[in-house]
Structure formats: C-alpha cells, structure tokens
C-alpha cells in the first residue's frame, strides 16, 4: 500500500524559509512523478512543483519557480520541497502526490491526474 507521509511545516516569516520533506512508501517509485500541490482556504488547489523520480526532471508553476527547488533522495526515498523567500500567499496547505508514468511525458499539474496523496502539512507565512 502506497503512503505519502509530508512533514516540515510550520509558521515562519516572510522572507524565510522552509524544508518539507514527503516520505513515500509502499512500493518503488522509479516509474513515477511525485507532485507537490497546495491549498489556501477558500481556494482551489493548485500546483507547486513535480519531479521525474528517473532521471530528476522537475517543472514548477511560475508562482513559486526561483523561490521553490524540488528533490529526491534515492536512499531514503524521499522527495523534498525548499521553500526560499516565503510570502504571505505562499500559506497554505500542502500536499506530496504521486503518480506512475510509463512515457517521457512528466508534465502533470492537475491534481487529479495523481493517484496517490499524502494528509498534507500546514505552512504559515507571517508578514
């Protein structure tokens, strides 16, 4: 059974800056593309960041590319989200998915387009 454990938020400052890690389980993921969204209250969910888990191929929406940096580590089969220069808009809670992938295509930025999800974690930026 796939689990996507996301841990790593918190409240901080604008300006600083924050690691969320999203621990995956369950089966190799090799073949797949893990996705980091976000959710602000009253607001849909949207798009963060993706990673190719072969071959490290990452995409981020324009909101948060320069500021965000998304990685795996193979060993420890985690996927990590560096949030640099946190702003107010940027609170919200985020979630770890993920997704097999059998093409070169790793362009999926709509949540549904994920199988798998995490509970998600909380992240508060402070102006």
């Known amino acids: 059974q796939v689990q996507l454990v996301e841990s790593g938020g918190g409240l901080v400052q604008a300006g600083g800056s924050l690691r969320l890690s999203c621990l995956a389980s369950g089966r190799t993921f090799n073949s797949h593309i893990m996705g980091w969204f976000r959710q602000a209250p009253g607001k849909e969910r949207e798009f963060v960041a993706l990673?190719?888990?072969?071959?490290?191929?990452?995409y981020y929406a324009d909101s948060v590319k320069g500021r965000f940096t998304i990685s795996r580590d193979n060993a420890k089969n985690t996927v990590y989200l560096q949030m640099n220069s946190l702003k107010p808009e940027d609170t919200a809670v985020y979630y770890c998915?993920?997704?097999?992938?059998?093409?070169?295509?790793?362009?999926?930025?709509?949540?549904?387009?994920?199988?798998?999800w995490g509970q998600g974690t909380q992240v508060t930026v402070s102006s």
């Open positions: 990673i190719r888990w072969s071959g490290g191929n990452t």
């Open positions: 998915a993920a997704r097999p992938t059998y093409s070169s295509n790793y362009y999926y930025t709509r949540g549904a387009q994920y199988d798998y």
